[in-house]
């Protein structure tokens, strides 16, 4: 047998051996969105769903025209099966060993044994670590969550048990030295200060509320000191609520912009660090608490005044909503969106009252038979009571307002808010978290967190850095979004 006589032929006789560019292209896509898939959490069925449109589009690749009857007989369906469970095993191992590092480094904090199943620290199950906590953090850029994770210790603030909770050991290096920060301006401080804090919250795997970017409790570099009593004030419709019950009550404080005014940008721009909040004094943050108490204290005395009679009048709509077979409506259900559900509930039971109506004779009246006093229906009373008391909230600026706070606070928070008002922070508790370099959410420019903490290296400059951050304008990257952008394929031409 000959060797190569010509271009093109190879020896043995055989044809050449031709490598089709497409193929390859297309397995090593399906294989890197598979991997991509895990990455952002997905399940057996959102790999199988990819899987299936894989095939679907490489079937189209062949043809336009699509027979029915072969359109998932396809010659890679085993191959596709084959890479899938080749990532999954190599996947598993990833989410084992940084489970594992997550929990020997707390083991190691915190003297508690690792053992089968035994997960201590702040993640302590694998399926929502793998599905839930590390896809949020991946959609962000934070491809390996597992390092900073490691990072978090089991705080307990002042000593006190009840005020235990995870943060940053970075956070904790600060928070550790607060008591001694305080004895040293006068003895006994810390302990004084100690008794002012009925609650501590660190971290907390989430975004910020209402934003798409992560928080900076995700990274266990913030804590949230007595929440109930200090709401978080953002928003145009809060803030304009807060601001209009200080300025009835002719408190001068603005929730919406930055506390010291000029003093305090003046601080922002000639910040040695560049970063956009510079560092405040003791009497900068002692002026800052000296302004929001009267407000605190306003807002407070506004809620007493009023938050009575708003409660008889939603008392009276949740018996009409009862009536009208309503289930109990969450309290920060819209006004708008409860009328409506009463109208449809009115509308359905009239309904049923006109069924059974029908087929019955009419009856004839006359002098000897006079009619009888117009029917009246539950229902339309219910309703009726339920239009009248939205027309007298809306109608009422007080009423209104408190409306809006429902819709925006838990109701727990307005309970207290009314007994404590919206600013109990310790003094000199903010004072020492301020010059130990943490920001306090009063420092913020266009709204007021009091209950907040954090370590940042500037506004736009997280403590813990992203190591694939998002491009400018790239939205997070989501399972979702892999999903409905992953292996498209043209509309198909079905024949039989």
């Known amino acids: 047998m000959s060797l190569v006589k010509m271009a093109g032929r190879y020896s043995l006789g055989l044809e050449p051996l031709v490598v089709d560019a497409t193929l390859l292209n297309s397995q090593t896509l399906f294989r890197s969105t598979i991997h991509e898939a895990l990455e952002r959490g997905a399940n057996s069925w959102d790999l199988e769903s990819l899987r299936l449109k894989y095939l679907w589009m490489r079937h189209m690749e062949r043809s336009e025209v699509a027979p029915a009857e072969e359109a998932f007989q396809d010659p890679e369906d085993l191959w596709t099966k084959l890479v899938m469970d080749e990532e999954n095993t190599k996947f598993d191992s990833i989410i084992d060993g940084e489970m594992q590092q997550i929990s020997f480094a707390s083991a190691a904090q915190g003297g ?167 560092k405040y004094t003791a009497d900068d943050i002692m002026e800052m608490q000296n302004r929001a108490i009267p407000a605190s204290d306003a807002v407070k005395a506004w809620l007493q005044a009023n938050l009575p009679r708003y409660r008889q009048i939603m008392a009276q709509v949740q018996i009409a909503e009862k009536q009208l077979g309503i289930q109990k409506v969450k309290p920060n259900t819209s006004l708008k969106d409860r009328f409506k559900a009463a109208e449809a509930a009115r509308n359905r039971l009239a309904h049923q009252q006109q069924e059974k109506q029908k087929g019955k004779p009419i009856p004839v009246y006359s002098e000897d038979h006079p009619a009888p006093p117009p029917e009246t229906y539950p229902e339309e009373e219910a309703f009726e009571e339920i239009e009248s008391a939205f027309a007298e909230i809306d109608s009422d600026p007080d009423l209104s307002r408190i409306q ?82 992953s292996f498209p394929s043209k509309t198909p031409k079905f024949h039989f």
């Not at 620290?121 to 969550?145: A, F, M, N």
């Not at 953002?234 to 209009?244: K, M």
């Not at 002719?250 to 929730?255: A, E, K, L, P």
């Not at 370590?455 to 304008?473: F, I, M, S, Y």
């Open 112 to 278: 508690a044994e690792v053992r089968e199943g035994k997960f201590p620290g702040p993640v302590q199950d694998s399926d929502e670590y793998q599905h839930k906590i590390r896809p949020l953090y991946y959609s962000y850029g934070y491809t390996h969550p597992a390092d900073f994770l490691s990072k978090q210790v089991e705080f307990t603030l002042f000593g006190k048990p009840k005020l235990k909770t995870w943060i940053h050991e970075d956070l904790a290096h600060i928070l550790i030295k607060t008591p001694r920060v305080l004895d040293g301006w006068n003895a006994g401080l810390a302990e004084m200060t100690a008794k002012g804090i009925d609650s501590v919250n660190g971290l907390q795997i989430r975004e910020v509320a209402g934003n798409k970017v992560l928080s900076n409790h995700a990274f266990g570099c913030a804590i949230d000191v007595n929440a109930p009593a200090n709401p978080h004030v953002v928003g145009p419709a809060v803030i304009e609520v807060f601001n209009s019950i200080v300025k009835q009550a002719g408190v001068q404080f603005d929730f919406g912009k930055p506390v010291l005014g000029e003093h305090a940008m003046d601080i922002v721009s000639h910040s040695s660090s560049g970063a956009g909040h510079g």
């Open 404 to 485: 809006i706070l429902y819709q925006n606070f838990d109701t727990s928070y307005i309970n207290t808010w009314e007994k404590q008002g919206v600013m109990s922070i310790p003094l000199y508790f903010a004072a020492a978290l301020s010059g130990q370099g943490l920001q306090w959410g009063e420092q913020y420019e266009s709204s007021k967190d009091a209950m907040h903490f954090e370590l940042v290296d500037g506004p736009t400059k997280p403590h813990v850095k992203t190591d694939a951050p998002l491009a400018r304008g790239e939205q997070p990257r989501t399972l979702k979004k892999l999903m409905d952008e």
